[in-house]
């Protein structure tokens, strides 16, 4: 599956390629380039996994800074898999989390403010006048579905049995609602 | 920077749901994962399913959502730490009602005789507006003994005083028949 987005695979290679190059010496536009590709992956991944916006930014430092001071001493043999590095990296982070809060103010000094003052690609939330008027338009079902789904990431077994209904039937519901609402916000319905 | 470029085979909606929920097995979660790391534009995609939770729980917290749901899911709003003023109410019960500064919600539960209902429609009646709503089909449970209906917190702070007859009705092949009747005298919160 990692090879059918081998363009996007590529530019984050080179960033990391130039970010090899540049060694000690820095390459600061890569760094913020490839930053903000990879950031707001790492954040859903530490969303997912850590249920916490305040910590997955915090993973997002920590394997981001590491990555980098790995890039720039050499270490990562192979830049065109950067991606992949990165998530073993999370991996690896989540479960170490409540470790190396020391080498972090460490990377966080030598990279961070350049970082930080980038930003990076993630998308803001939808606007919530919009969301307000498009979920009026779900059937009442429809919203309970979905209201119960995002509010805290219930899966479908969960609201099925609140709303004595099958998972699968949940799930088509849920699947409809969020198509529905995505066309709404993106402005396909009114 | 954008992404330029389109997957070759995109993540199904349903899927990258199924993944963000923790409901696929391991094995394609990982998959899903790998792929989601190596994808720019999937990513984007997941990223805007997780933003549109992120709205939700705006919209609710600032009183923009309304709706009828289930009592297990009042407790999750009170764990997530939202300021919930709640009413009980059993058929053709009247209560008065407000809502103060620093309630984030006002619910009702309403209490019914649910066991057997397929399809439950709720009837709200603004007595003075002379205005009727009928939400049809609404998610409940069978199993409980109540539905709770939340109001717009956002649309209850603007009013002064105003009542509000609300109705249960079972729908089924059969006809249509009245759970109960339950009476909210709403006015504006008096401190003391």
Redesign the interface.
Known sequence: ?????V???Y?DATLARRIIAAGPARDAAAEA?LY??LA??VR??G??HLRDAQRADDLVQDVLLMTFDRLSRGEIREPERI??F??GACRQTVIDLKRGEARRARLLDTYGADLVAEGD?????????R??HC?ETL???E???????????????AVA????LAPGNV?VI??RA??R??RC?GGAEP | MKARVTCAAPLETSELLGYWLGELPAEREAEVEEHLFACRECSAALGELVALGDAFRALLAGGGAAGVVPPEFVARLKAAGLRVREYRMEPQGSIDCTIAPHDDLVLAHLEAPLEGVERLDVVIHEIEARRTQRLEDVGFSAASREVVVVPKARDLRGIDKASQRVELIAVSPAGERLLGTYTFHHSRYRRG
């Open positions: 599956m990692a090879t059918e987005a363009d996007n695979a530019d380039r903000a590709s707001p992956r859903l991944y969303r997912k991606a992949s990165v998530l690609d993630d998308a803001g939330p939808p606007d919530t006048q969301l307000e979920l059937s009442h079902r919203r309970t579905v979905v209201l119960m789904t995002f509010y805290d990431d219930s899966p479908a077994e049995q609140a709303l004595g799930r849920r699947h969020v198509e609402l995505r916000i």
